[in-house]
């Protein structure tokens, strides 16, 4: 290991589970995952970041404070790493944090899209200089600021002697479109777990559906998934991104009480593991035809999610990201430690493709330790 290559990379994303967290050392185009953990968020941390993603009236101090404890919680994360790695922070060149998202609007007069975990505290905490920010300045070029994942996707998985597709499955899923020749593509196709975890949440006290068992009991409902997929979002033209200000407790039920519709809970759950994997499998077929699916992220551990993706896609290879070398649970954290290393590096990133942007950019701001 030597320091030119060794990087950390820190996220907690839609589900707000926590933070994952990554030392990678950089071998070429490969990345050589060196360890791995996963920092559970406390309830009330959680509690409060729920809180500003709703959107409702808050307070400067409420921001101020919830910003300054993501801080020291990634680097608190970042530590335990190390230790863990028994590798000594002097070693590592730099964190790339990508912090947690509270709001995206990538639209309108002022578009914007906000993430919590102040850099400067978790630069004076580890002794580590920090990448930071990495959507502010996509969005500044014109760009969606999101989806940023896939750009390792393309870095890392594209095949010059096959079609594949990348799914990313978190609170939400985006796709990656990674054709042997041509232009590749990245986008959000909507809901992954955010809703199921919603709703498990809502009536087993459950923070996640474990292997889907809970939407395996129950039948999807058609009259509702119908009154889901009548979402302006799914038909918006690329680039597009989205996250919980947009699906949503709110946004569920107020379709559940279109109607009057009195649905088991077990069948409503089945219900929303069936507006995933419509959505995903909808846009696989309007913007691609991959020989390959590989799936990454939480849902990649959802059996029944799995086992249905692959039903509906039953003449393509559906499987993991495992099966190209790389860990599901960790290739979004994998993807921020890259981006950091771009970064420094001096390296701008065309994100065109994928989020709109009118210009390759830095992705991020440099924390200097």
């Given at each position: 290991?030597?320091?030119?290559?060794?990087?950390?990379?820190?996220?907690?994303?839609?589900?707000?589970?926590?933070?994952?967290?990554?030392?990678?050392?950089?071998?070429?185009?490969r990345?050589?995952?060196?360890?791995?953990?996963?920092?559970?968020?406390?309830?009330?941390?959680?509690?409060?970041?729920?809180?500003?993603?709703?959107?409702?009236?808050?307070?400067?101090?409420?921001?101020?404070?919830?910003?300054?404890?993501?801080?020291?919680?990634?680097?608190?994360?970042?530590?335990?790493?190390?230790?863990?790695?028994?590798?000594?922070?002097?070693?590592?060149?730099?964190?790339?944090?990508?912090?947690?998202?509270?709001?995206?609007?990538?639209?309108?007069?002022?578009?914007?899209?906000?993430?919590?975990?102040?850099?400067?505290?978790?630069?004076?905490?580890?002794?580590?200089?920090?990448?930071?920010?990495?959507?502010?300045?996509?969005?500044?070029?014109?760009?969606?600021?999101?989806?940023?994942?896939?750009?390792?996707?393309?870095?890392?998985?594209?095949?010059?002697?096959?079609?594949?597709?990348?799914?990313?499955?978190?609170?939400?899923s985006?796709?990656?479109?990674?054709?042997?020749?041509?232009?590749?593509?990245?986008?959000?196709?909507?809901?992954?777990?955010?809703?199921?975890?919603?709703?498990?949440?809502?009536?087993?006290?459950?923070?996640?559906?474990?292997?889907g068992?809970?939407?395996?009991?129950?039948?999807?409902?058609?009259g509702?998934?119908?009154?889901?997929?009548?979402?302006?979002?799914?038909?918006?033209?690329?680039?597009?991104?989205?996250?919980?200000?947009?699906?949503?407790?709110?946004?569920?039920?107020?379709r559940?009480?279109?109607?009057?519709?009195?649905?088991?809970?077990?069948?409503?759950?089945?219900?929303?593991?069936?507006?995933?994997?419509?959505?995903i499998?909808?846009?696989?077929?309007?913007?691609?035809?991959?020989?390959?699916?590989y799936?990454?992220?939480?849902?990649?551990?959802?059996?029944?999610?799995?086992?249905?993706?692959?039903?509906?896609?039953?003449?393509?290879?559906?499987?993991?990201?495992?099966?190209?070398?790389?860990?599901?649970?960790?290739?979004?954290?994998?993807?921020?430690?890259?981006?950091?290393?771009?970064?420094?590096?001096?390296?701008?990133?065309?994100?065109?493709?994928?989020?709109?942007?009118?210009?390759?950019?830095?992705?991020?701001?440099?924390y200097?330790?």
């Amino acid at each position: 290991m030597t320091q030119a290559n060794l990087y950390i990379g820190l996220i907690s994303g839609t589900s707000v589970d926590g933070v994952d967290c990554v030392l990678v050392e950089f071998d070429g185009k490969r990345p050589n995952l060196i360890a791995s953990l996963f920092k559970p968020s406390s309830a009330k941390l959680r509690e409060r970041i729920l809180h500003l993603c709703d959107g409702e009236e808050i307070t400067l101090k409420m921001l101020g404070q919830t910003d300054t404890s993501i801080g020291h919680f990634f680097a608190d994360a970042a530590t335990e790493l190390l230790e863990v790695a028994k590798v000594p922070a002097s070693a590592v060149r730099a964190i790339g944090s990508h912090g947690q998202t509270v709001w995206h609007q990538p639209d309108g007069r002022y578009p914007f899209t906000m993430q919590l975990g102040n850099p400067n505290i978790i630069a004076q905490q580890t002794g580590i200089t920090v990448v930071g920010d990495m959507r502010g300045r996509d969005m500044a070029a014109g760009g969606e600021g999101a989806p940023l994942a896939p750009l390792l996707h393309r870095n890392v998985f594209h095949s010059q002697n096959v079609d594949r597709a990348v799914i990313n499955i978190g609170g939400i899923s985006n796709l990656t479109v990674l054709p042997r020749e041509g232009a590749c593509t990245a986008f959000d196709t909507g809901p992954g777990n955010v809703l199921m975890d919603y709703w498990i949440d809502k009536h087993r006290q459950q923070r996640y559906d474990k292997d889907g068992a809970w939407a395996a009991s129950g039948q999807f409902n058609l009259g509702l998934l119908n009154a889901l997929l009548d979402e302006p979002y799914f038909s918006r033209p690329l680039p597009k991104s989205t996250g919980r200000e947009l699906f949503n407790g709110r946004w569920l039920e107020s379709r559940l009480g279109r109607g009057g519709m009195e649905i088991p809970a077990a069948d409503v759950q089945a219900t929303l593991l069936t507006l995933t994997v419509t959505t995903i499998v909808r846009d696989l077929t309007r913007y691609c035809a991959p020989q390959e699916i590989y799936v990454c992220g939480g849902g990649a551990h959802n059996k029944t999610l799995m086992s249905e993706l692959s039903k509906v896609a039953s003449d393509i290879s559906v499987t993991s990201t495992a099966s190209l070398g790389v860990d599901p649970d960790w290739v979004e954290a994998i993807a921020f430690a890259w981006m950091a290393q771009q970064t420094v590096n001096g390296e701008k990133i065309d994100t065109s493709a994928f989020t709109g942007a009118r210009e390759p950019v830095f992705l991020g701001g440099i924390y200097q330790a």
